[in-house]
């Protein structure tokens, strides 16, 4: 059987209205085909990323990786993700903004079948749960190991004013979160709270927590890689977007 | 990246990056995941000129225990330097 894909950086219109860079890989063939926006991790829109967003295509999916970190400048990831990082992260309105504008990107292809998943890692786990709450528009999402989805109020700042758990009850689409018990944020105890919420507000969730297994998991090149744990990881990922992204498959 | 811990200052002086030296304005220091060093968490320090791009910049990430050896090697030096001056 052929097998193809195409991967490359585009644009699409975010935030604001600021026409921001983005990398595209997507199957070759009519489709249809559902899509996925691939929320980038706080250490940029990296080599990683680009792996995961064709990873994602690989399995059949028009995975869209917006560059939420467009307005900061342009040069190496981590030379980036440096200068978010000293600023105090990106703004939780700017991530939703250009995650909107890559979902009314991926609706508009004519190979779409029109599910949409969000995904993300780390701080974007965090941001996909945020954008599943608060935008409508998607069919499933993916919090992997998302620290502060659960804030104090002193953790509260002007680029994240609201705790994410705080939207729980605007949860429009079932969430599928994947934990490490070692790690430190999310802890164990955050993770709990938001399962309550989830429960308290009857939403479809399905929750995962890892023994032997921290922050970041996933990560084949740091130490907090997992293998067993990361390989079964995807598995149910691919599992939970298959069956509410291709339903009919 | 989790902790978000960071803190700012000011600096007066050159860093030595990819493309030579370069005017330092500020440095930010922060406790958070490492993009190289083999650690969870590490002590990142960021020298940069914000006004040249993210590219001007002079980066080091630390176990804790390095920095404070770094910052107890910092004092130390200003010290016997400062010594000296005042003779």
């Known amino acids: 059987m052929y097998e193809g894909m195409l991967a490359e950086t585009t644009t699409v219109q975010g935030f604001n209205g600021d026409i921001i860079n983005a990398y595209f890989a997507r199957p070759l063939g009519p489709g249809p085909f559902p899509g996925v926006v691939v929320i980038h991790h706080m250490p940029g829109w990296d080599e990683l990323y680009r792996e995961m967003t064709r990873k994602f295509a690989h399995h059949g999916y028009l995975a869209f990786s917006p560059n939420i970190y467009y307005r900061f400048g342009h040069g190496s990831p981590d030379d980036v993700a440096a200068k978010v990082r000293a600023s105090g992260g990106v703004a939780d309105d700017s991530v939703l903004g250009d995650t909107e ?110 023994p032997k297994a921290g922050h970041g998991f996933f990560y084949y090149d740091r130490p907090l890689y997992r293998q067993e744990q990361a390989v079964d990881g995807w598995k149910k990922l691919f599992a939970f977007f298959e069956k509410y992204l291709r339903p009919s498959s | ?28 220091v922060s406790y958070d995941h490492p993009t190289d060093a083999p650690l969870e968490h590490a002590l990142n320090i960021d020298f940069v000129n914000e ?37």
């Open chain 2, 1 to 28: 990246m989790c902790t978000g811990i960071v803190e700012t200052t000011e600096v007066k002086g050159s860093g030595k990056g990819p493309s030579g030296w370069f005017k330092l304005e500020e440095v930010n």
């Open chain 2, 51 to 87: 006004k040249m791009g993210p590219g001007a910049r002079v980066a080091v990430e630390l176990s804790p225990e390095s920095a404070r050896k770094l910052v107890d090697a910092i004092l130390t030096a200003l010290s016997r330097g400062e010594d000296l001056s005042k003779n």
């Open chain 1, 101 to 210: 504008g890559s979902v009314r990107f991926l609706k508009s292809l004519p190979q779409s079948n029109e599910k949409i998943g969000v995904f993300g890692t780390c701080s974007s786990g965090r941001q996909a749960f945020l954008a599943a709450c608060r935008l409508k528009g998607f069919d499933a999402a993916v919090d992997c190991w998302g620290g502060g989805v659960v804030m104090s109020k002193e953790e509260l700042t002007s680029k994240r004013p609201v705790a994410p758990i705080d939207y729980t009850e605007d949860l429009s689409c079932p969430l599928l979160g994947l934990f490490g018990e070692e790690d430190q944020n999310p802890t164990p105890q955050h993770v709990h709270l938001l399962e309550e919420e989830l429960k308290k507000y009857g939403k479809n969730y399905e929750f995962h927590m890892y």
